[in-house]
């Protein structure tokens, strides 16, 4: 089963050929650089630059595997969650070559993508299949979801985040210390020269597995600013208290979820299960497996859209709706 699979839920345009759910035959994605300017994603522009860069990536992304359209098997799109234009131009462009070609068209969750992206493998030798039940820790620019993954595409929410997501804190404490955008991989590069025992952060205690990060946030934004009024800010010795504050309260959640669950491993996925601090304090707190996909695919990317794509059209059971839906959630 080749599927051709396509994300442009927020503001990366990705496209990918994947067989069987699980292989990668190509998987092409452009960033969208003209949001540096503006420090943050401002929708509009966003989907303008889909439209622009989606069938240029297409046809590279086929290119690429070798295949031309009428080769592959099905097309699939993401269709939520994310940016409700955004996710119009994919969903739309996909229904349009499914449509072309005479493919049966798959709406894919994007949810689902950064689950399944822990079942991808590139080249020749196939990684074992995760083993499930598991943990699932979803952390991204917009969500930092906890959830117990029961069996294929049966998911079961334990807690989210009740103010900012993951992600945009990693972004907005790194716009504060004028690293850029985005700001999860500038934290984690100059955290590394930097003392994570520096300055004390507060961790908010929610009861449950819900998490919260407004607080941190203000609280580095007040340290910052008394820092600046003393003279020099640290950068790296902030960036390291916060991700070191960050990655603890997640990585506590996560542990005591494995912990209190009969589950087999534990998976990351989303932007932020690229960073390597993160992995290292969930790995020391959990006596499971860990496993987390590699960082450009935690990262948004359009294979991960064709693994999930793939389990869809195995399980019908439970569909995802074709139409775009911008507040989906997990099911
Ligand atoms: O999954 P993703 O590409 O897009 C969404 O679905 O939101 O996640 C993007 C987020 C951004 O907030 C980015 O700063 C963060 O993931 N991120 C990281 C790292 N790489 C990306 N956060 C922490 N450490 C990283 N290495
Ligand atoms: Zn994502």
């Known amino acids: 089963m080749r599927i051709l699979a396509i994300e442009t839920s927020c503001d990366e345009t990705g496209v990918a050929v994947v067989d069987d759910g699980r292989h990668i035959i190509s998987n092409i994605v452009a960033s969208q650089l003209a949001h540096q300017d503006t420090g943050g994603i401002v929708p509009e522009v966003a989907a303008r630059e889909h439209l622009r860069a989606l069938d240029g990536i297409t046809q590279e992304s086929l290119n690429e595997a070798g295949v031309e359209l009428r080769a592959v098997d099905a097309v699939g799109a993401t269709v939520g969650p994310g940016l409700v234009g955004c996710l119009l131009v994919g969903a739309n462009y996909g229904r349009g070559l499914a449509l072309a070609a005479g493919l049966p068209f798959?709406?894919?969750?994007?949810?689902?993508?950064?689950?399944?992206?822990?079942?991808?493998?590139?080249?020749?030798?196939?990684?074992?299949?995760?083993?499930?039940?598991?943990?699932?820790?979803?952390?991204?620019?917009?969500?930092?979801?906890?959830?117990?993954?029961?069996?294929?595409?049966?998911?079961?929410?334990?807690?989210?985040?009740?103010d900012d997501a993951a992600g945009e804190a990693f972004d907005k404490v790194a716009r504060l210390l004028g690293l850029g955008f985005p700001g999860g991989p500038a934290i984690e590069r100059v955290a590394r020269d930097g003392d994570p025992a520096a300055f004390p952060l507060p961790r908010a205690a929610l009861s449950g597995y819900d998490f919260s990060f407004s607080g941190l946030k203000t609280a580095v934004l007040r340290l910052v600013r008394a820092l600046e009024a003393k003279g020099e800010v640290p950068v790296a010795d902030v960036a390291a208290s916060f991700q070191k504050a960050i990655t603890e309260i997640l990585a506590e959640k996560t542990a005591r979820a494995a912990a209190e669950h009969a589950v087999e491993t534990v998976l990351l996925g989303g932007g932020v299960a690229a960073n390597l601090a993160l992995r290292a304090e969930i790995q020391k707190r959990i006596g499971h497996p860990l496993r987390v996909p590699a960082p450009r695919l935690c990262t948004d990317n359009g294979a991960m859209i064709g693994a999930a794509a793939f389990f869809v059209l195995r399980d019908r059971g439970t569909e995802v709706p074709v139409t775009v839906r911008s507040d989906m959630k997990l099911a």
């Open 106 to 162: 798959i709406g894919v969750n994007h949810l689902e993508g950064h689950v399944y992206a822990n079942w991808l493998y590139e080249g020749d030798a196939a990684t074992p299949e995760p083993e499930i039940p598991a943990i699932v820790l979803i952390v991204s620019g917009a969500h930092s979801d906890l959830v117990l993954m029961e069996g294929h595409r049966r998911f079961r929410p334990l807690g989210r985040t009740i």
